[in-house]
């Protein structure tokens, strides 16, 4: 037989990689032990097979003999097979999807923990090799390596236990069988089972050929069809601004594009798949007959009963289905190698961008205070250099004004100083409480309640409504203190003022020791923004805060100014 589609040693390592360790986890004891049980039941259901195959000699032979008795006593026996065969049948299933979703859950908080580890979500998005869709990969991936692992993995247990039984079984009906061939004639021992083998050869080769283009159109498949639905989720989420340009048919020529992609690589896949089920169908339906046809000749010949006929026949049936796995498994095989291709890579990138991450050692834990910074050199991704000799020193209550033209790297060096930027070298020194809160030009609202829209990403400590209500009051949202127990989708509820006024909120009820802000009042009004800086003053005296922003009104809310111009070169003034 030929190996299974697109699997080779580098195949069988990445799925081992994907697989060993829940094996070794802390569920391992509990993994291993449904494993045994599940594998138990299923050589207990070949067994049952054996059995049954048994069974029918007996039962067609009785029946040739017009034995009443035997007849009845037959059936009877055919009721207690039937009972085990449908106990073991459900439980078999039932004991592998228990350990399926038991997998599943424990991949599903590996690729989670990871995905969010380091800010991993954010750093993917800044490399060439962007993993497409990650979170598909965690969710649609992961379900599917976990059922296609164990469903073919147990499927092959069956073949292999099945064909060990049956073969004995088969060998020993096939009787043997003379070739004459001039005056050497050949004896040919166990002829029905060299028969299956070279019948179940033949449809594994014609099935490699014909569905081996299956695994591509598969893992493009999956990527087509995540790009198609990540793109509606974008339009829900930017709804709004959609609206107010009028782009529904520029949306819609998106979608259809996008869409089109995934019609066309499915139409490649049905048509494979429709050839691959004319080889499949007719192959199967042959092999009902074939074996029929191969024993005829014991038969006719009286050398075997009725019963001992049919039992030839579902013996080979037996052993050519054991044989011919590959041929009723192709399709599922090459979707499975298309989910490992496609985790292979995510846990790669994921890889990748750790080690990039973790070359930020340049970062350091200090004893101090305050905030050092020397001999700072942004890059961007591409290798164009924005920022270079920073010197800066920060300490505890100072606030620093960032400022220059767009894209000259005042956003980038928050993110540097905030440990999520990779590309850059030289020296910063944080202090040793990291108690840093972001206050970004658009805040980010999760799905809940309003109070934990407010209290977003968890207060260090308990905060009662009343606290809360009063920084909603200090930051002019009155009109939201009913609210705090309706769950909303707050994006799309609120305007992007309301928004930053939430993120002040925030602010207010962290209470955080350094306090960064990019263009945080960027949609608000002269005056309230002036009110919630002073505010800001105010209530978080011992507070750093470091601004970015183009307004010149700012300069008034800040002690120092650091004007950058994309160049490379910088400049520090006292305000």
Same mark, same amino acid.
């Given at each position: 037989?030929?190996?299974?589609?697109?699997?080779?040693?580098?195949?069988?390592?990445?799925?081992?990689?994907?697989?060993?360790?829940?094996?070794?986890?802390?569920?391992?004891?509990?993994?291993?032990?449904?494993?045994?049980?599940?594998? &138990?039941?299923?050589?207990?259901?070949?067994?049952?097979?054996?059995?049954?195959?048994?069974?029918?000699?007996?039962?067609?032979?009785?029946?040739?003999?017009?034995?009443?008795?035997?007849?009845?006593?037959?059936?009877?026996?055919?009721?207690?097979?039937?009972?085990?065969?449908?106990?073991?049948?459900?439980?078999?299933?039932?004991?592998?999807?228990?350990?399926?979703?038991?997998?599943?859950?424990?991949?599903?908080?590996?690729?989670?923990?990871?995905?969010?580890?380091?800010?991993?979500?954010?750093?993917?998005?800044?490399?060439?090799?962007? &993993?497409?869709?990650?979170?598909?990969?965690?969710?649609?991936?992961?379900?599917?390596?976990?059922?296609?692992?164990?469903?073919?993995?147990?499927?092959?247990?069956? %073949?292999?236990?099945?064909?060990? %039984?049956?073969?004995?079984?088969?060998?020993?009906?096939?009787?043997?069988?003379?070739?004459?061939?001039?005056?050497?004639?050949?004896?040919?021992?166990?002829?029905? #089972?060299?028969?299956?083998? #070279?019948?179940? #050869?033949?449809?594994?080769?014609?099935?490699?050929?014909?569905?081996?283009?299956?695994?591509?159109?598969? $893992?493009?498949?999956?990527?087509?069809?995540?790009? $198609?639905?990540?793109?509606?989720?974008?339009?829900?989420?930017?709804?709004?601004?959609?609206?107010?340009?009028?782009?529904?048919?520029?949306?819609?020529? *998106?979608?259809?594009?996008?869409?089109?992609?995934?019609?066309?690589?499915?139409?490649?896949?049905?048509?494979?798949?429709?050839?691959?089920?004319?080889?499949?169908? *007719?192959?199967?339906?042959? %092999?009902?007959?074939?074996?029929?046809? +191969?024993?005829?000749?014991?038969?006719?010949?009286?050398?075997?009963?009725?019963?001992?006929?049919?039992? @030839?026949?579902?013996?080979?049936?037996?052993?050519?289905?054991?044989?011919?796995?590959?041929?009723?498994?192709?399709?599922?095989?090459?979707?499975?190698? +298309?989910?490992?291709?496609?985790?292979?890579?995510?846990?790669?990138?994921?890889?990748?961008?750790?080690?990039?991450?973790?070359?930020?050692?340049?970062?350091?834990?200090?004893?101090?205070?305050?905030?050092?910074?020397?001999?700072?050199?942004?890059?961007?991704?591409?290798?164009?250099?924005?920022?270079?000799?920073?010197?800066?020193?920060?300490?505890?209550?100072?606030?620093?004004?960032?400022?220059?033209?767009?894209?000259?790297?005042?956003?980038?060096?928050?993110?540097?100083?905030?440990?999520?930027?990779?590309?850059?070298?030289?020296?910063?020194?944080?202090?040793?409480?990291?108690?840093?809160?972001?206050?970004?030009?658009?805040?980010?609202?999760?799905?809940?309640?309003?109070?934990?829209?407010?209290?977003?990403?968890?207060?260090?400590?308990?905060?009662?409504?009343?606290?809360?209500?009063?920084?909603? /009051?200090?930051?002019?949202?009155? $009109?939201?203190?009913?609210?705090?127990?309706?769950?909303?989708?707050?994006?799309?509820?609120?305007?992007?003022?309301?928004?930053?006024?939430?993120?002040?909120?925030?602010?207010?009820?962290?209470?955080?020791?350094?306090?960064?802000?990019?263009?945080?009042? /960027? +949609?608000?009004?002269?005056? @309230?923004?002036?009110?919630?800086?002073?505010?800001?003053?105010?209530?978080?005296?011992?507070?750093?805060?470091?601004?970015?922003?183009?307004?010149? @009104?700012?300069? /008034?809310?800040?002690?120092?100014?650091?004007?950058?111009?994309?160049?490379?070169?910088? /400049?520090?003034?006292?305000?």
């Amino acid at each position: 037989m030929r190996r299974l589609p697109g699997v080779n040693r580098k195949f069988l390592q990445d799925t081992w990689n994907l697989t060993r360790d829940y094996w070794h986890s802390e569920e391992k004891w509990q993994a291993r032990g449904l494993l045994a049980v599940i594998v &138990t039941l299923n050589l207990a259901f070949v067994y049952i097979l054996v059995l049954i195959n048994k069974w029918f000699n007996r039962f067609y032979s009785a029946l040739q003999n017009y034995d009443k008795t035997e007849v009845f006593s037959a059936m009877g026996e055919f009721c207690l097979l039937a009972a085990f065969y449908i106990i073991v049948a459900v439980y078999k299933l039932y004991l592998r999807q228990m350990l399926e979703i038991k997998w599943r859950r424990w991949l599903t908080q590996k690729y989670l923990t990871a995905w969010l580890k380091d800010q991993m979500y954010y750093r993917l998005q800044l490399t060439d090799n962007y &993993t497409d869709n990650p979170d598909q990969r965690i969710s649609e991936d992961l379900r599917l390596f976990t059922s296609y692992t164990l469903q073919l993995s147990v499927g092959l247990l069956n %073949a292999v236990a099945t064909l060990a %039984a049956f073969i004995a079984i088969l060998w020993q009906l096939s009787g043997t069988m003379v070739i004459p061939i001039g005056n050497h004639p050949i004896t040919v021992y166990g002829y029905m #089972v060299w028969v299956a083998l #070279v019948y179940a #050869v033949i449809g594994t080769w014609l099935s490699h050929k014909i569905g081996k283009p299956l695994i591509g159109l598969n $893992f493009d498949q999956q990527r087509y069809e995540a790009d $198609f639905r990540f793109s509606l989720v974008r339009l829900r989420e930017n709804s709004e601004s959609i609206a107010f340009y009028g782009g529904e048919r520029r949306e819609e020529q *998106g979608f259809i594009a996008r869409f089109s992609k995934v019609f066309s690589n499915y139409w490649q896949i049905m048509q494979r798949q429709k050839s691959l089920t004319w080889f499949a169908s *007719g192959y199967g339906q042959i %092999a009902i007959i074939f074996p029929l046809v +191969a024993a005829l000749p014991r038969y006719f010949a009286k050398e075997i009963s009725l019963g001992g006929l049919l039992q @030839t026949a579902q013996a080979f049936d037996k052993v050519h289905d054991s044989l011919s796995f590959l041929v009723t498994s192709y399709a599922t095989m090459a979707e499975w190698k +298309a989910v490992v291709d496609r985790l292979t890579g995510f846990v790669g990138n994921m890889r990748e961008v750790s080690g990039l991450s973790h070359g930020n050692d340049f970062i350091r834990i200090g004893s101090a205070p305050g905030l050092d910074v020397s001999e700072l050199q942004i890059d961007l991704p591409d290798g164009r250099r924005i920022l270079s000799g920073l010197k800066l020193s920060l300490s505890a209550g100072d606030s620093l004004l960032v400022a220059g033209p767009s894209g000259s790297g005042k956003s980038t060096l928050l993110r540097t100083l905030s440990g999520l930027w990779p590309y850059a070298k030289g020296n910063i020194t944080l202090p040793a409480t990291k108690d840093f809160l972001f206050l970004p030009q658009k805040s980010y609202l999760p799905l809940g309640t309003l109070r934990e829209v407010l209290l977003y990403p968890g207060p260090k400590e308990p905060v009662t409504d009343e606290n809360i209500c009063a920084a909603m /009051s200090l930051c002019k949202l009155d $009109f939201l203190k009913e609210q705090l127990d309706r769950v909303e989708d707050w994006s799309h509820v609120l305007s992007l003022g309301e928004q930053q006024r939430i993120a002040f909120v925030r602010a207010l009820i962290h209470k955080p020791k350094w306090l960064f802000m990019d263009e945080a009042t /960027s +949609a608000l009004d002269e005056p @309230t923004e002036r009110a919630l800086y002073t505010l800001l003053k105010e209530r978080l005296q011992g507070t750093a805060m470091i601004s970015v922003g183009h307004r010149g @009104t700012l300069n /008034s809310y800040h002690k120092k100014k650091l004007t950058l111009d994309g160049a490379g070169h910088w /400049s520090v003034l006292n305000l």
